[in-house]
């Protein structure tokens, strides 16, 4: 007889919940079902695990030993699908890439693109979201790297390798009011209303630091959006809406958008390619990071950086 690897699951959600019905719940199941799977442990323990009351179900000193063994069995089922999702990505040629905001000018986009223009075979699945939850998914093994920036007291869990780093602007129309050619005082910002993420995002974060800094109102969020995109971009050069935005992508909407001088506002990030820590890097993976770095030292020359 083996054990059932969700069964194993099931088992460890009434060891955490300490209840049938709170533990059926969390793992989206009914009760009896969850009832029948924890006899079927029980049977091929061959020892009585769980005591079932009116007030809970409370762990028996066997089911506390066989607790550890449990959540061992489960996180070794779940590096097995881990190994598996990367096996197959492998033997698929296929690279798994995450990025944030991929403007056409940025670097892993370049560094992508050259990279499908060289092998014809390569095969790419692209995940654009945030910041973490393309972290989490590096880690779970769902991606091979991402491209994430990085602000300062916000650092991620995965294996990170920096690149380079960009400036972040606030941007508005090109003929927006403040937009007069000075530099514009913090609290002439208070009219405007904003393009910015939402509550979990770290640039929102930043910047309503910022405003308490200045002691300023914070900024009326219009408009909430995941990350800066050609659409928010031309929603903040139709309107009177400010934004936070890197450099490079106010210099891709050049004549439509631009700077707002505001003094005393600087912002930099550093670019991060974000690994797994401990995975077995393929030759698709080194290869998509020797362009970057290739990309990175080559804009960095161009600017004069050394």
Known sequence: MSYSPQDVSYYLAVAKEGHLGRAATACGISQPALSKALKRIESTAGVRLIERGSHGAKLTPAGETFLDYARAFDSHHEAMLRAS??????????????????????????????????????????????????????????????????????????????FGSDTIRIAGRFDHPLAHGRHVEPTELAPFGWVVGDRASVS?????????????PPPDAVMQIQFMSDTAMSVVAST???????????????????????????????????????????????????????????????RGVG
């Open 85 to 162: 999702r990367i096996m197959r990505a492998e033997a698929a040629g296929r690279l798994r890439i995450g990025m944030t905001n991929p403007g056409s000018e940025s670097v892993a986009v370049r560094a992508l693109t050259n990279l499908l223009k060289a092998r014809p075979a390569l095969r790419v699945t692209l995940d654009v979201g945030k910041s973490d939850a393309l972290n989490a998914a590096v880690l779970d093994g769902q991606l091979d790297l991402a491209v994430v920036p990085s602000y300062p007291d916000h650092p991620f869990t995965s294996a990170q390798e920096s």
């Open 204 to 216: 929102r974060d930043l910047l309503d630091e910022i405003f308490r800094k200045w002691s300023v």
């Open 240 to 302: 009177d809406l400010l934004c936070l935005a890197p450099t490079w992508l106010i210099e891709e909407w050049g004549g439509r958008v631009r700077t707002i001088d505001v003094r005393d506002f600087a912002l930099q990030r550093t670019l991060m390619l974000l690994s797994r820590p401990g995975s077995h890097w393929t030759p698709l993976m080194h290869a998509y990071r020797e362009e970057v770095r290739r990309l990175s030292a080559s804009s960095a020359a161009a």
